[in-house]
Each structure stands twice: as structure tokens, then as C-alpha cells.
């Protein structure tokens, strides 16, 4: 029999996170599960093989100090998924979003990074997946939600520069851009949700992308094709249709 599947997750607390690591758990995966949540992630990891790892994707040390624990218990992963993220909305005229904004930034950009950098050296000898989880919120920027487009942007572009330069060392890096996805992340928008999926929907669209190794895939197939009209809109045509519309809500936890 071949060994299990190892796999570290963050944002393993709630939403597409605990989706993912039930998901692999029920394959019989060693999980790493990383998230800020000590009661909840214990509640994820309940019947699984899993360690966890209470620390914030903002923190480097703590991301250090997690992944290492997890090479020196588990072993080099198989497949690393960084799918903890803020959105919350956001004014730039606003002075008490700027922390707000730098936030958002740290969480779904650094934390990438954070993520990732402790386990490639590990995973160069043997390759594996580093899968970064971005949005479509990212193909344009949406009023009120600056931060949280021009981070997942950020995200999509930096996924990118990854995947070239750990191709040649047989790590592929997936960036999946999911649609809305039913979490506590997207309760709270004041719209309509067209094809929003659900998180355990969402997990399986995303680990079909890493057995694939796919360079980007845009979650669900409906939602890709949106988005490659949004993104070939011309601008006066963009801001005409989004100008006015809804905003996701200010002050929501960070």
C-alpha cells in the first residue's frame, strides 16, 4: 500500500480550510491543520489523523516555528494548501481602514509566503504541490473592497513567480480562484451570490486542481467564464455595471 497522503493546511479553523482537511482526512491523509481558532480547529482535527497548529499566517516566526514541528512529527509534505485569508470591506478615505487594509495585505499575500518558505527546502528533493488558494475578487477591483482584490491580485501574480521558479525542482504551485464559497467569510455580504458553492463542493473542485497540478483554475466552471468576461471589459463599460454596487461590510474582525 502506498503511504498516506502528508498534508498542512492553514486556515484549517473554519470555512474552505476545514473543508479541505476533512476532505483529505477521509482519505486517510497525516494533517498538519494551522489556523487562529483553538476550540474549532480541535473540532476539525476530531477523528483525524492531524496535528495542529495554533498561529497567525502573519506571524513568520510562528509559521517557522509550525512547519517545522510538523517536518520533525509528520515528515516532508506531499501537498501544502495555504487557504487562510481576511476579507472584510474597506475606504480608502477612511484613516482606521489603513491597518485595516495592511491587514488584509499581510494575511493573503505575506501570508503565502510564510506558508510556504519553511517547506521548500524539504520538498525540493522529493517535489510535491504548494497550493495557493486566491479569488476571483482578484480579476478586477471592487468598490469598497480594495484591500481585498488588490491582495488576491497580489496573490495571483506572486503564485505565479512561484510556480517558474520551483518548476524545475518538480514542485508545482496550483493557484485556485474560487467563486463564493458558503463560509462564515461570505455570510455576512449584503448581495446576491450567484453560484456560490458549498465549502465542501469547493474542497473537492480543489483537490481535483492539485491532483491535476494545475497552474490556475477558477472555481466553479461558471464562475471562470465570468470572470474572463470581467476581466476583457472595457473600462467604461466595467465601471458603469460596478459603480454602484454593493459593498462588503467595514469592521469586520481581522
Not at 107 to 112: D, K, M, Q, R, T
Request: aromatic share 6%.
Amino acid at each position: 500500500m502506498p503511504d498516506p497522503l502528508r498534508v498542512f493546511i492553514t486556515g484549517a479553523s473554519s470555512g474552505l480550510g476545514a473543508a479541505l482537511a476533512r476532505h483529505y482526512g477521509a482519505q486517510g491523509a497525516q494533517l498538519g491543520l494551522l489556523g487562529r481558532k483553538p476550540d474549532a480547529l480541535a473540532a476539525v482535527a476530531e477523528g483525524l489523523d492531524a496535528r495542529t497548529y495554533l498561529a497567525d499566517v502573519r506571524d513568520a516566526a510562528a509559521m517557522n516555528a509550525a512547519a517545522l514541528a510538523f517536518l520533525d512529527e509528520v515528515g516532508t509534505p506531499d501537498i501544502v494548501i495555504a487557504a487562510a485569508g481576511i476579507s472584510v470591506g474597506t475606504l480608502t478615505e477612511e484613516a482606521a481602514d489603513a491597518a485595516v487594509f495592511r491587514a488584509v495585505m499581510d494575511a493573503n499575500v505575506l501570508g503565502l509566503l510564510h506558508t510556504f518558505a519553511p517547506f521548500i527546502a524539504a520538498m525540493k528533493p522529493r517535489g510535491g504541490v504548494l497550493c495557493g488558494i486566491s479569488s476571483v475578487a482578484g480579476v478586477r477591483g471592487l468598490p469598497g473592497g480594495g484591500a481585498y482584490s488588490a491582495s488576491k491580485a497580489a496573490a495571483t501574480v506572486y503564485l505565479e513567480a512561484l510556480r517558474l521558479e520551483l518548476k524545475q525542482h518538480g514542485i508545482a504551485v496550483v493557484t485556485v480562484s474560487p467563486g463564493y464559497i458558503a463560509t462564515p467569510m461570505t455570510a455576512v455580504n449584503p448581495y446576491p451570490m450567484p453560484f456560490k458553492m458549498s465549502a465542501a463542493t469547493a474542497a473537492e473542485k480543489v483537490a481535483r486542481c492539485i491532483a491535476r497540478r494545475s497552474a490556475h483554475r477558477v472555481i466553479p466552471w461558471q464562475m471562470a467564464a465570468v470572470a474572463q468576461v470581467l476581466k476583457w471589459l472595457p473600462v467604461r463599460v466595467y465601471d458603469a455595471l460596478f459603480e454602484k454596487a454593493p459593498r462588503k461590510p467595514r469592521g469586520l474582525p481581522t
